[in-house]
């Protein structure tokens, strides 16, 4: 897909365009509360945060209230922007939001930020070379030291992903295509239907890591994995078992 699709694609799925109030994820909540307090709330008060796919602010807004002072967020949906940008100033947030694609960011400083935080799947949206980029990006942009916070799919989370790849060679070559291993279209749609065209050849397509790969990735980028959870090693009741947490430093 082009840039222009993938933006389209989300302005489609709108849900994230006006989900300024859905609650978090408890894993979200554990990784930024985990890192962010970790040095307490004092500690907190001038550190710099970029937040990666902001859509409508949720997740920026959430990180104020639980003490952060100084966001810059950024999304490459112009009109989630706008949104973001009326959301704040109807809650008196001092968020700043910009258009930017997480792939290419000349318009942020060297080593200007204390934590990047990417939640909700951002990196599982790009193909190789735009994982490559973000994660460079996201390396120059923080400081020495600072904290990259983000989740992501996990390949062998969901028992059936071998077959649902199986299956899309399969449909995809028939489509005179080649699907690439562990690259999965969405198979419910906004509305929690299975989505009947899921196995057609433009479909918006997800990336699912496994854990070796993510970490060996991290890595080869210059940094040092803090933690890596599951919702099963933090909660009594895992509910999830789909989406990593993952806390790295720069070094
Ligand atoms: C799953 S939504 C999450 C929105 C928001 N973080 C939340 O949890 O409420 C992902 C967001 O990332 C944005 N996005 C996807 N790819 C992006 C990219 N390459 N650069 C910047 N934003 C991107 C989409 O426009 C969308 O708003």
Not at 37 to 59: M, P, Q, T, W
Not at 208 to 234: P, S, V
Request: net charge positive; proline share 2%.
């Amino acid at each position: 897909m082009s840039l222009d699709n993938d933006i389209k694609y989300w302005k489609l799925d709108s849900i994230w365009g006006s989900a300024e109030n859905m609650p978090l994820h408890r894993g979200m909540e554990w990784l930024l509360r985990k890192w962010l307090l970790r040095k307490g709330i004092e500690a907190l008060s001038d550190k710099k945060v970029l937040s990666g796919g902001c859509a409508s602010g949720r997740i920026e807004f959430h990180m104020e209230n639980i003490g952060v002072k100084h966001i810059q967020a950024f999304d490459f949906v112009p009109e989630f922007v706008e949104t973001a940008k009326r959301n704040a100033s109807a809650r008196n947030s001092n968020a700043k939001f910009f258009v930017g694609d997480m792939r290419e960011l000349s318009c942020l400083e060297n080593a200007h930020f204390d934590y990047a935080v990417y939640l909700n799947r951002m990196l599982c949206f790009v193909d190789d070379a735009g994982f490559d980029k973000s994660l460079r990006e996201i390396r120059r942009t923080l400081k020495q030291g600072g904290l990259f916070l983000f989740d992501a799919l996990d390949y062998n989370g969901r028992k059936w992903n071998e077959l649902l790849s199986f299956f899309l060679k399969i449909a995809w070559g028939l489509q005179g295509a080649k699907i690439k291993p562990h690259f999965l279209p969405r198979v419910r749609n906004k509305d929690k239907r299975v989505d009947l065209k899921f196995w057609k050849t433009d479909q918006n397509l997800l990336y699912w890591f496994t854990k070796d790969e993510l970490e060996y990735k991290l890595r080869q980028n210059g940094f040092k994995i803090l933690d890596f959870a599951k919702e099963a090693d933090i909660f009594t009741d895992p509910k999830d078992s789909i989406i990593f947490y993952v806390a790295c430093e720069k070094c």
